[in-house]
């Protein structure tokens, strides 16, 4: 049986002029969790277009494709390509969940919803010339599945490719995440078992680790028992939380003793109202400033992530964004304009109320305006979006932000981290295309390791607790 496994890209990551680093940082760990239930004797190839040109000259059998919704059209060419050659098509992941209908025109057979249940039986199925058109996931554990094929992924073409996820989803609800529709239909947050998380661990090579689970500390049981296992393995990782587990005594700090060196933040507005009209309770009446000050104490450098573009935000919202950033000595910023994607409680929301303007999945990448705003015009969101990110990475932000350290120590790695990121892309760029971008790990590990805790905590400021 040959078969081949496909992550589309969008258009900008294989753009001749420039591929931004974050294309290039992690590998496709859906597909290569699916390719552990074929038999050992299929012949396997898992193709990622953010990183190679794919092969379409070749003739599998069963060709499977993980369809964003940034690459949904792409995956869509790719998928009649295949069809129109008498290969038969298997679609799936976030895009297919939300719309069906869509994708079902391009395919043999969709699923919906994580694949650990469906492919199996899919792949039985298939086999016994029996596939059915549709296959809807119930039954919500990673318990037994076998070990992801890491074999498969060429690890040489990523900065990050010990990039490992030990649970799904995450226990909370907010109206613009992807969860509540692709989880429909059973459990949205689960774990796998610590022993199999520990040994999964165990079986990637190198220091750094990189979870990109959607909230790693959403079980604080299985959170701390993972940290526990971890503890004396000498690895140094980077993971998400929210500002509520970063709060909670003891956990932190087992997860920085473990190697906890970055943490992806979404603090996502200032505004309470935006937080009460996106149900994102679980951030209301948290003292950011406080969290972040626990964070840098522990000799955390945090990826603080803002979303632009709710409805209580106007035009003040980013220079008041990026002071307050600025002042609270956050290292790293992601920046996104509020997307409402097709399933989402958010989407049925704005449907309703008229106000979806576009319907371009290409420019649901949160770097476009497909909505009309409350309280600014399209164009002053997007130009302000641009705006925050050129004010945050500027030097002088950089240098001010990085000087609420109170050692030399911390403001150091606070410049060649932030500054790394943002200023160098052209050379991300060329080191990427030379395909030299895992001889650039050892630095990033030196500077996440070399951020000692500090004595004494920085005194940003502004206070702000969000209410
Ligand atoms: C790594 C990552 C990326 C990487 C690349 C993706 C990759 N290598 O897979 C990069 C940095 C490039 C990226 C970019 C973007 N991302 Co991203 N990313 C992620 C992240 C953090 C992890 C993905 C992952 O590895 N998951 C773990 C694996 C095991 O799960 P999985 O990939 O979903 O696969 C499972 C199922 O989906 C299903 N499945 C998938 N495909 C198929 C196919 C078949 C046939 C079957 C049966 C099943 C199946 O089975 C798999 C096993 O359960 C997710 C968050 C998350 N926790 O998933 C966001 C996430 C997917 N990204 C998101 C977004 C919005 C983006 C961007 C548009 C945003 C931006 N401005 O950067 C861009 C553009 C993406 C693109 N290329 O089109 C959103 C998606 C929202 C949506 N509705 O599509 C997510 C969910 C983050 C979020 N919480 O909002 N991303
Ligand atoms: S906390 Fe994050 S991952 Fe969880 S539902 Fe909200 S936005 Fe989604």
């Known amino acids: 049986m040959r078969v081949k496994m496909i992550l589309p890209a969008l258009t900008e990551a294989i753009s001749p002029h420039w591929r931004p680093i974050k294309y290039s940082l992690f590998p496709p760990l859906g597909l290569a969790t699916l390719a552990a239930f074929f038999p050992p004797d299929a012949e396997i190839t898992i193709q990622d277009e953010h990183v190679e040109k794919l092969d379409l000259e070749d003739e599998p059998d ?140 165990d079986r990637l090579p190198g220091r750094h680790l990189f979870f990109l689970d959607d909230h790693l500390f959403g079980d604080a049981r299985f959170a701390g028992a993972l940290f526990d ?9 980077q993971a998400a939380g929210t500002v509520h587990s970063v709060m909670q005594p003891g956990l932190l700090e087992k997860a920085v003793a473990s190697g906890l060196r970055s943490l992806f933040v979404g ?31 522990l000799g955390v450098m945090i990826n603080g992530s803002f979303v632009f573009g709710m409805d209580a935000d106007d035009e003040a919202v980013f220079d008041r964004t990026i002071a307050w950033a ?24 704005l449907a309703a109320a008229g106000r979806i303007t576009n319907s371009n999945w290409n420019l649901y990448d949160t770097r476009h305006v497909v909505y009309q705003p409350a309280k600014m015009t399209p164009e002053v969101l997007e130009s302000g979006y641009w705006r925050a990110y050129e004010d945050f990475y500027r030097w002088g932000s950089i240098f001010q932000s990085a000087w609420t350290k109170e050692t030399w120590d911390g403001r150091w790695r606070h410049l060649i981290y932030a500054g790394g990121w943002k200023k160098f892309e052209p050379l991300w760029d060329m080191i990427i295309r030379a395909e030299q971008v895992a001889k650039v790990r050892p630095m990033l590990e030196s500077v996440l390791q070399g951020f000692r805790p500090q004595s004494a905590r920085p005194n940003p400021s502004s206070e702000l607790v969000v209410s």
């Open 229 to 237: 296992g971890m503890m004396g393995m000498g690895r140094v990782w």
């Open 62 to 201: 069963l060709v499977v494709i993980q369809v964003y919704i940034t690459s949904a059209y792409r995956a869509y060419e790719l998928a009649d390509y295949y069809r129109q050659k008498g290969v038969y098509v298997a679609l799936g992941g976030l895009h297919v969940t939300a719309l069906p209908e869509e994708a079902a025109s391009h395919a043999d057979t969709i699923f919906l919803g994580p694949g650990e249940d469906t492919w199996p039986q899919f792949l039985a199925d298939w086999q016994a010339g029996n596939p059915g058109k549709v296959y809807a996931s119930k039954i919500r554990s990673l318990i037994g599945v076998p070990p992801i094929r890491r074999d498969l992924i060429q690890r040489h073409l990523y900065l990050v490719p010990n990039s490992i996820v030990v649970s799904r989803g995450c226990p909370h609800h907010c109206d613009f995440c992807y969860k509540e529709s692709f989880f429909q239909g059973g459990k949205s947050f689960y774990t796998q078992s610590v022993d199999d998380a520990l040994a999964e661990i």
């Open 326 to 349: 600025v002042e609270n000595g956050i290292e790293t910023a992601t920046f996104h304009i509020m997307t409402p994607y097709p399933g989402t409680a958010l989407y049925q929301r």
């Open 267 to 297: 603090f996502e507005t200032l505004n309470g109202d935006n937080l009460r009209s996106q149900h994102k309770y679980h951030n209301l009446n948290r003292d950011y400033s406080g969290a972040i000050r626990r964070l840098h104490d």
